[in-house]
């Protein structure tokens, strides 16, 4: 009985890309949504892809206090490259915009406590034209080890996607042989998705430690409803893969096209998600309500609970989403959870939305310990048939917390009507 017990719970532990990394979501910055491929320095020097721009940002990463709350990588996208490798047949940064180098960038982003990422393409080219890694990708790999590299987003433009079940291992296994531990994000199955073919999952968490399954993130909310979308009614397939070392990766946290209420819903489901908080905003002009969110740490504490479970959508009607998120601490058979109200409806009032902690799936009978993640709102220790009623902005969010409570506490009855709502 015994070995079926140690059978079944070794075959339902996935084999994980074994370098001990992002065994919580990734936390950082990356350039892409906000500043694209501005190659422009002479007309627009504060704004294009230099390094410039990412020691600026390593700078405010540190600050203004992100850094102090988890945001650690620094990421470079696309067009940082020359057109053409050097004569040794390396990749070469863009001489002009990176005159210093990619080894004093990193330099520069380590001597903060920061680490630094870079953007590659397993195909001829990356997506904006410039060299890609096919042919090179040991050469490639062994420089970027050289640089000091902590991060590699691969990304799949100008590849056939039928050969990446053969090709990203393989960039892995040169990133790995290199004995540098590097991040290895991968675009993998989303190229293999828009081919109509169904990616192995199997191979993908065994060598990647995250990747991208949709569409790239624009700044507008219809691109963020659509990939909120796309995670829900794909969850079935999608959850079950995620967990610490290897995510699913929802794409970047931006918010020049946003509301404050579609940030806040961001950022609260990309928490619920377990996804990689990759801020992809001018760090020097972000209004301050806008900072507060990427840096409100209740979330972020969310985001990197330990279990590394990715949470689901659990109610849809009417435009009231409801989604949750087991996290820790684990109590007997119990889960704690972070759950999140969303109003996806367009008349511009708040809605009500009354569901009792049961109904959540909260059933712990010692209850949980609630509170509003966003708003200074404490509703203490609720058994699970208490009703709260939360009030939920157009576009907006409310997520809560719940903490089930250990036996202890529940030697007091709990009474199931109590309900404590105390507004700082
Ligand atoms: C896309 C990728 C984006 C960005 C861009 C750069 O394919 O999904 O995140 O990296 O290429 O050209």
């Known amino acids: 009985m015994s070995v079926i017990l140690l059978l079944l719970a070794l075959s339902s532990t996935v084999i994980a890309l074994d370098n001990g990394l992002a065994l919580t979501p990734p936390m950082g910055w990356l350039s892409w949504e906000r500043f694209r491929c501005n190659t422009d320095c002479e007309g627009d020097p504060e704004n294009c892809i230099s390094e410039n721009l990412f020691r600026t940002m390593a700078d405010l990463v540190v600050s203004e206090g992100y850094a102090a709350v988890g945001y650690e990588y620094i990421n470079v996208d696309d067009c940082w490259l020359e057109k053409n490798r050097g004569p040794r047949g390396e990749l070469v940064a863009d001489r002009k915009r990176f005159p210093s180098g990619m080894r004093a960038l990193a330099d520069y982003v380590h001597a903060k406590g920061l680490k630094f990422g870079i953007y590659e393409d397993y195909g001829n080219y990356t997506c904006a034209g410039y060299p890609g890694i096919l042919g090179s990708s040991r050469q490639d790999a062994e420089q970027f080890a050289s640089w000091e590299v902590d991060y590699v987003k691969l990304d799949g433009c100008y590849s056939l996607p039928t050969d990446m079940d053969v090709g990203y291992p393989e960039f892995g296994r040169h990133l790995n042989r290199t004995g540098r531990p590097m991040v290895y994000s991968c675009s993998w199955p989303v190229y293999q998705i828009y081919a109509g073919i169904s990616p192995n999952f199997t191979s993908i968490i065994e060598h990647c430690n995250l990747w991208r399954n949709f569409d790239d993130i624009q700044d507008s909310w219809a691109s963020l409803e659509s990939i909120i979308d796309y995670y829900g009614n794909n969850q079935d397939y999608i959850i079950p ?47 301050p309500e806008y900072k507060a969110i990427l840096q409100n740490k209740k979330i972020i504490a969310v985001d990197q609970d330990p279990l590394g479970i990715q949470g689901r959508r659990i109610y849809k ?22 759950v999140a109200f969303v ?19 909260l059933q712990s ?58 507004k700082k």
Not at 321 to 336: A, F, G, L
Not at 383 to 389: G, L
């Open 241 to 287: 893969n995620a967990g610490p070392g290897h995510f699913n990766d929802a794409d970047m946290l931006g918010n020049f096209g946003l509301s404050y209420e579609q940030s806040k819903t961001q950022m609260a489901l990309w928490a619920i998600l377990a996804q990689p908080l990759l801020m992809s905003v001018d760090l020097r002009t972000i209004r």
């Open 317 to 338: 009607h009417k435009g009231i989403e409801i989604w949750s998120r087991p996290i820790t601490p684990i109590y007997q058979t119990y889960y704690s959870y972070a």
């Open 343 to 361: 109003n996806r409806r367009t008349d511009g009032t708040p809605s009500d939305v009354a569901v009792t902690l049961r109904e959540l799936g």
């Open 365 to 422: 009978p010692t209850g949980y310990r609630v509170e509003d993640l966003y708003e200074d709102v404490d509703y203490g220790v609720l058994s699970p048939n208490t009703k709260i009623k939360v009030k939920v902005n157009p576009s907006g969010v409310v997520i809560l917390r719940a903490d089930v409570q250990p036996e202890r506490f529940s030697k007091r009855p709990l009474n199931p009507f109590y309900y404590r709502y105390t």
